[in-house]
């Protein structure tokens, strides 16, 4: 019930693509949904994060797309960039548990030029 | 700007030693937390603390203990390490329900 599947591994897009990951959960406790982004040789940083009473949540290129019934939520990126290219992290958690956040596996990002 | 720092970034250790990782965070979180990094298998939760004294297990605590002394404080200790915890050690901080942020990483090889 603890796990958030993310998909895909990698993913390698064009120059001014969407980049799509997506991400699904089985805990309904969880209320809250961020996306963590990490460069080589740094920890993740948090990117954008959401939570259940919207289905759709936009930070400049990055948008969160979330689906309660389904249980999935996803992350766009528009117009990408190379310097997009960094491994993305999806997470689910209770804000009401100490330990927090429950990470999917991972995803690979390489923008290409 | 909050800061969580790893004093060792990269790490090499024998067979059965007793290994120490330290993580220092500046912004009087409550919780702080170790995880493990590995290709494939994402962000790993190993130990958890929401108090000085306090910590919790995680998602693979075997191998594995912590401490926390003081409040910005949070120690791993590998009692007798082994080839298989050769992996990428990453700590964080955060307020009860809020961002967590999370230090550089420690690489630690085990041989």
């Known amino acids: ?113 | 700007d909050v800061k969580v720092t790893q004093s060792s970034r990269y790490l090499v250790k024998r067979t059965g030693e007793k290994v120490f990782l330290e993580c220092v965070q500046d912004m009087d979180h409550e919780n702080m937390f170790w995880y493990r990094q590995d290709p494939g298998l994402g962000l790993r939760l190993i130990y958890f603390s929401y108090d000085v004294k306090m910590k919790e297990k995680g998602d693979i605590p075997e191998g594995y203990s912590v401490s926390r002394e003081k409040k910005e404080r949070f120690s791993l200790i590998l009692e007798s390490a082994s080839t298989n915890q050769t992996s990428m050690y990453l700590c964080a901080s955060s307020l009860s329900g809020n961002t967590i942020y999370f230090g550089e990483g420690s690489w630690l090889t085990v041989v």
């Open chain 1, 1 to 113: 019930q603890q796990q958030v599947k993310q998909s895909p591994q990698s993913l390698i897009v064009q120059k001014g693509g969407i980049s799509i990951i997506n991400c699904a959960y089985e805990n309904t406790a969880f209320d809250y949904f961020p996306w963590y982004q990490q460069f080589p040789g740094k920890g993740p940083a948090l990117l954008i994060a959401i939570r259940p009473d919207v289905s759709e949540k936009k930070e400049g290129r990055f948008t969160i797309s979330f689906n309660k019934s389904a249980k999935q939520f996803s992350l766009h990126i528009m117009d990408s960039q190379p310097g997009d290219s960094a491994t993305y992290f999806c997470a689910a958690g209770s804000s009401g548990s100490a330990r927090q956040l429950t990470f999917g596996s991972g995803t690979q990002l390489t923008v290409l030029p």
